[in-house]
Structure formats: C-alpha cells, structure tokens
C-alpha cells in the first residue's frame, strides 16, 4: 500500500516538474544584455517603467545596457487568495505626467495571456495621456499561445521579446 502510494506521489512529482521550465539567472542575464544593445538601438527608451514584481529584475539587468533612470508600477493578474483574475489590478501607480514627452520601455518578465499589457497601454493612453508611439515593450518569454490581443493591434511603438517559449508555467532564479 504504501509503495503504491511513494509510486503515485513520485509520478506526480515527475509530472508537475515537467510541466515546469526552469531559467537560470545567468541564462536570463545573457537574454537581457543581448537584446539590451539591440532596443537601444531600435527604440532608444529615455527610462525603463518595471511592472512589479517580475519586471523588476530584468528592468535592473537591462539598466546594464540601457543606462536610463527606472520607474516602477504594481500590477497583478491573481487576487488576494491567488486566483487568476480577469481585469488585472494595479497595486502601485504612478505620476505619468513627469513622463508625458519621455520615450518609455515598459518591462515585464513574461508576456503569458496579453492581459497585463493590453490593460495598461489602454489605460496609459486613455488616461494618463502618453503618445503610443512612445510606448515600448519588453520581456524575457514571450508564450506561444492564444493571447487577449494581438500585437498588430496592440498601440505601441515597439514589443521585443527576448525568445518565444512553449505554454508552460516558468520558474524564474528569483522565485
Ligand atoms: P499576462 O497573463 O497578463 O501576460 O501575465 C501576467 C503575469 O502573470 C506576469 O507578469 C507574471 O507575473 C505572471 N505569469 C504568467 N505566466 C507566468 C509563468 O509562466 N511564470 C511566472 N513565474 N509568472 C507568470
């Protein structure tokens, strides 16, 4: 019986690690530096906006390449128990007018069902007022799935992704 069990518990265990990319940080740190030199190029950002938490590493480590001043918003697309929710929420914001003319490097981690930066682009236009064209995008994981918009409908100027990935959920160094 309980050999059954420790069988049932380890294909379980083989299961959900499957299921699960890992990154290192030094992989992650190689993707942010190469593609650091290349926005710089083809966007030029006058600062970095990190979208907490998971933007915030990357947005550092492309600081090495872009060397801009980062700002930092909240967002989170789960609820207080963890529950994926629809409309994500915003935990932090900030003054958008200080950055109103500015060139601006929005930077996430992964880029999964779209719902984060659909919701904040609309908002940053409609709201805040700032020019699309001066909206850039960038994260380490873009996944190859269905998303809530497509880019070519998407109002920014600029979306980079540092590689596309399979749908599976990705442990990051940091986590
Ligand atoms: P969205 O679905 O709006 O594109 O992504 C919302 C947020 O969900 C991301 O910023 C990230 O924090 C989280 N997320 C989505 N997929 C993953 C994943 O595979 N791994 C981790 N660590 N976070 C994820």
């Known amino acids: 019986m309980i050999n059954i069990l420790l069988k049932n518990i380890s294909i379980m265990l083989i299961i959900s690690m499957v299921d699960k990319v890992y990154y ?7 993707l942010c530096r190469d593609n650091g030199s290349i926005i710089k190029k083809e966007f030029n950002p006058d600062v970095i906006l990190a979208i907490g938490g998971g933007g915030l ?6 600081r090495n390449s872009i060397d801009v001043p980062i700002y930092v918003i909240t967002m989170s697309t789960y609820d207080e128990n963890n529950v994926s929710i629809e409309q994500p929420r915003i935990i932090q ?4 007018s200080i950055l109103r003319n500015k060139r601006i490097l929005i930077v996430d981690e992964v880029d999964d069902t779209r ?5 904040l682009v609309e908002k ?10 001066n909206l850039g995008f960038f994260v380490l994981q873009n996944k190859k799935k269905s998303k809530a918009i497509e880019l070519n409908e998407l109002d920014v100027g600029y979306y980079k992704s540092g590689e596309n990935v399979e749908d599976k959920w990705i442990v990051y160094p940091w986590e």
């Not at 590493?57 to 492309?62: D, E, M, Y």
């Not at 914001?93 to 958008?96: A, E, S, T």
């Not at 719902?115 to 919701?119: D, E, S, V």
């Not at 940053?124 to 064209?133: A, R, V």
Request: charged share 40%; net charge negative; hydrophobic share 40%.
């Open 24 to 30: 290192s940080y030094e992989e992650l740190d190689k």
């Open 57 to 62: 590493i990357p947005a550092r480590i492309l």
């Open 93 to 96: 914001w900030m003054d958008f």
């Open 115 to 119: 719902k984060t930066l659909k919701y």
């Open 124 to 133: 940053l236009i409609k709201e805040d007022n700032l020019l699309s064209d």
